[in-house]
């Protein structure tokens, strides 16, 4: 019993490792777009925003993807593109 808890506490250790590293990309893509977009004019911006939102409206997720995924991803996407960090 002892190993299995001690087996499964490693496991969650891990778990928790590789979500720090997931949360750390997700974080410095947010920057880097970030900092492209303000490097852009303003036009260049609506039509690279304009370009992916479209790109996003003609994709059509498989049957393994939840339309609450779904949305998670439009509403980050949303949030990143439209008004990206200050």
């Known amino acids: 019993m002892k190993n299995l808890i001690?087996?499964?506490l490693v496991k969650l250790a891990e778990k928790e490792e590789e979500?720090?590293?997931l949360v750390a990309q997700v974080e410095a893509l947010e920057i880097?777009?970030?900092a492209l977009l303000r490097q852009m004019a303003a036009?260049?911006?609506q039509a690279l925003i304009q370009s992916i939102e479209g790109a996003?409206?003609?994709v059509r997720p498989?049957?393994?993807v939840t339309d609450q995924d779904t949305e998670l991803l439009q509403q980050y996407l949303k949030k990143l593109l439209r008004h990206?960090?200050?």
């Open 62 to 64: 498989g049957t393994h």
């Open 56 to 58: 996003l409206d003609e």
């Open 6 to 8: 001690a087996e499964l």
């Open 43 to 45: 036009s260049e911006q």
């Open 84 to 86: 990206p960090r200050s």
């Open 19 to 21: 979500s720090k590293e």
């Open 32 to 34: 880097v777009v970030t």
